[in-house]
């Protein structure tokens, strides 16, 4: 009982930090509501039983990156005219997030989901189906984070001679 | 409602609203945000799914979908760093030189 309270406080949650992003004009004010659903979400997942699904949310999204981006916001110019809050496509915009929000609604809604079968998923069983079956997937990911800080250095170092 | 479905439905606004903000907003650095919060969306639904079938599979794809979104960020924040460096802004309609 007390679960699903939860879940359906968690889910409002989100979704109403999600539509704060939208509104709020300050971008320090959008990096905190997003902090917001991110963290509705790991309680979510904790909630469902992924509890290493949930402490990697926590710790990967909230804690790094967006830490990274609040200290960037610290970094710009809080006067800068791009503080207006919509561009001149707000009209499109809303109009396809209403459809958008329509057509994902009536293709889930009345939809009869099989019986649930439901397992906690730790941080045992995470790391065996990891390191077990998808360990091609964990070295690609490492090329792949090694690509992203050498690209990060390349782009900084492009700016530094251009500059000099 | 059932939970999964619930749950599905969320994703989903997460993903739609997410999507609006980064054609609604017109600075730089939120559209950035409006995307993760798309990814988080997409990691919702694909949690909820492994969870109903008890299965690994969504539940490592969200792992992967973590440092996909780790290194998207380390890229992006400095080329947006430079960005606000070259034009004194992140308005993103400072940026419109290839607009035919």
Not at chain 1, 55 to 79: C, E
Request: glycine residues 8%; proline residues 2%.
């Amino acid at each position: 009982m007390i679960e699903t309270a939860l879940l359906y406080f968690f889910a409002a949650a989100s979704v109403g930090s999600a539509v704060a992003m939208l509104l709020a004009r300050h971008p320090m004010r959008v990096a905190l509501a997003l902090v917001t659903a991110m963290l509705s979400l790991a309680g979510i997942y904790a909630l469902l039983g992924m509890h290493a699904i949930a402490v990697f949310q926590v710790l990967i999204y909230v804690g790094a990156v967006m830490v990274f981006m609040v200290y960037v916001i610290m970094l710009i110019d809080t006067r800068d005219r791009a503080f207006a809050r919509f561009g001149k496509f707000a009209l499109p915009g809303g109009i396809g997030l209403v459809a958008l929000a329509f057509v994902f609604g009536y293709a889930l809604a009345g939809d009869e989901a099989p019986a649930a079968r439901s397992r906690d998923f730790g941080v045992q069983a995470f790391s065996e189906a990891f390191l077990n079956e998808y360990w091609l997937y964990f070295e690609l990911v490492s090329v792949l984070l090694v690509a992203a800080v050498v690209a990060a250095i390349a782009v900084v170092k492009t700016a530094g001679t251009r500059r000099g | 409602m059932d939970k999964t479905q619930l749950l599905v439905v969320v994703g989903g606004l997460l993903f739609s609203i997410g999507l609006a903000g980064i054609v609604v907003r017109r600075n730089a650095l939120v559209m950035l945000m409006c995307m993760e919060l798309m990814l988080n969306g997409v990691n919702l639904t694909l949690v909820s799914f492994a969870q109903r079938t008890a299965t690994s599979e969504g539940a490592v794809l969200v792992f992967l979908v973590f440092v996909v979104a780790g290194a998207e960020i380390a890229i992006a924040i400095p080329i947006l760093l430079l960005l606000a460096r070259a034009r004194k802004t992140l308005d993103v309609q400072a940026y419109a030189e290839l607009k035919g």
